[in-house]
């Protein structure tokens, strides 16, 4: 919506503004259903016959592709603006996930799911995020944090819906994409509409420009990619940003087979379990990015990766056997995984500015696949290794001291510039 649109609706710029982060997390919960992905794979497997290893290459696809997407998007919206970048990633979305209906085996289930409608996700999940990073130009952290809070509880609004039309014989799991591919593209088009950038050096009233802090020099406010690449600020954000992504995604891959193997939990009550970290996870975007712009970007990383240190080590030396340790430390896990995906985007903005944000945040998030790609690479072969999924842990808290210290040397905003 523009300022102009909100004004005809009658309604203040300041307050209207927070209707963009609604239909932002509208938008991401939609997104945020290859979370749920796990629910289609015991049925995948019984259609087609395959292992539980085949089953998963649409969720390790989706990510990989939704993640090298994200700077294709950034450039896009600098060309097409958000409203027509998020309609084109809409029409991928629903596509991909209609197309995936057809397929008649893994492979092709791989292609369409996973490359149509993981780079349709791609270029839509930075759209609401960029907008809402302009509408909210100073403390954007809460705003951004409840915007992609949608994709963290996604998996816990959707999952029932998707269960519900697997197991009715009259739809099955073919037919489940289908119908749910329409409902995604129906909505993410529509929701699309209302995105646009506010004017250009539109700020919100009362802002008090006396003291300013940025990461480097006066020039940060409106660094493009290529001057972002030369900052020290850039490397050390992809750096923290893929160790909590790795932690976080890692912890989402085992927090199953940890709670039935590891805590001896039953199958029931590890997957409640899973709703709960889900919550956690949600509940971290807010709150880390509330942290964010009280805290800054170094204190707020720092304080995630001493927590992620300090649940890694307890899990690891008294986790066996022990179900409400299991309960704490993969509610932090999971929170501190949300946490990232706030504490990102708001530093980027801080450190980089918000002219080029799309552009400078697609570079950044790729972090995100490489954190995937690694924790699944890490978790797996420690686990065929050693046998137990505890002994992830020492690697994860290993890990987590690299992060303080990045964090600590890397995050350091250099000085603080008066203007006005």
């Known amino acids: 919506m523009t300022e102009k649109e909100f004004k005809l609706l009658g309604m203040d710029v300041e307050k209207g503004r927070w209707i963009l982060v609604v239909i932002g997390l509208l938008i991401n919960v939609c997104l945020g259903s290859i979370y749920a992905f796990s629910i289609f794979r015991k049925p995948l497997e019984s259609l087609w016959g395959i292992t539980s290893s085949q089953s998963g290459y649409p969720f390790m696809v989706f990510l990989a592709v939704f993640a090298l997407t994200m700077p294709i998007a950034g450039n896009l919206m600098a060309k097409w603006g958000p409203r027509y970048t998020a309609l084109l990633g809409g029409l991928l979305v629903g596509g991909g996930w209609m197309a995936a209906s057809f397929s008649a085996d893994i492979t092709t289930l791989t292609l369409l799911y996973g490359v149509i409608g993981g780079a349709g996700t791609g270029i839509v999940y930075g759209c609401p995020i960029a ?36 197991n009715n014989p009259d739809i099955g799991i073919l037919n489940t994409f289908l119908y749910s591919g329409m409902v995604f593209l129906a909505l993410i088009t529509l929701l699309a509409q209302f995105l646009s950038f506010p004017p250009a050096n539109w700020q919100p009233a009362g802002i008090n420009s006396e003291m300013v802090t940025v990461a480097a020099t006066p020039a940060a406010s409106s660094l493009s990619r290529q001057e972002m690449l030369k900052t020290r600020h850039f490397y ?79 899990v690891f030396f008294f986790g066996h056997g022990n179900a409400v340790l299991y309960l704490f430390t993969f509610c932090i896990l999971w929170m501190c995984l949300g946490g990232w995906l706030a504490l990102a985007p708001t530093s980027t903005g801080i450190f980089f500015g918000k002219k080029h944000y799309a552009q400078n945040y697609g570079l950044v998030y790729t972090a995100y ?44 905003p250099e000085k603080v510039v008066k203007t006005g």
């Open 369 to 412: 696949g490489a954190g995937a790609i690694l924790g699944t690479l890490i978790s797996g072969n420690i686990k065929d290794m050693t046998g137990s999924y505890l002994d992830v842990f020492p690697i994860v808290a290993t890990l987590a001291t690299v992060g303080i210290i990045v964090a600590a040397i890397g995050l350091k």
């Open 131 to 166: 907008v809402v990073a302009k509408w909210f130009p100073q403390k954007s952290g809460l705003a951004i944090g409840l915007t992609v809070m949608g994709f963290g509880i996604s998996a816990l609004a959707v999952a029932p819906f998707l269960k519900a039309m697997i």
């Open 236 to 314: 050390a954000l992809w750096t923290t940003y893929t160790i909590g992504c790795l932690a976080g995604l890692m912890a989402i891959g085992i927090a199953s087979p940890m709670g039935t193997e590891v805590a001896k939990l039953d199958a029931d009550m590890a997957t409640l379990a899973v709703s709960l970290f889900a919550i956690f996870n949600g509940l971290g975007r807010p709150l880390f990015g509330t942290i964010t712009d009280k805290l800054g970007p170094r204190h707020t990383a720092m304080a995630s990766f001493t927590m992620i240190l300090s649940v890694s080590l307890l």
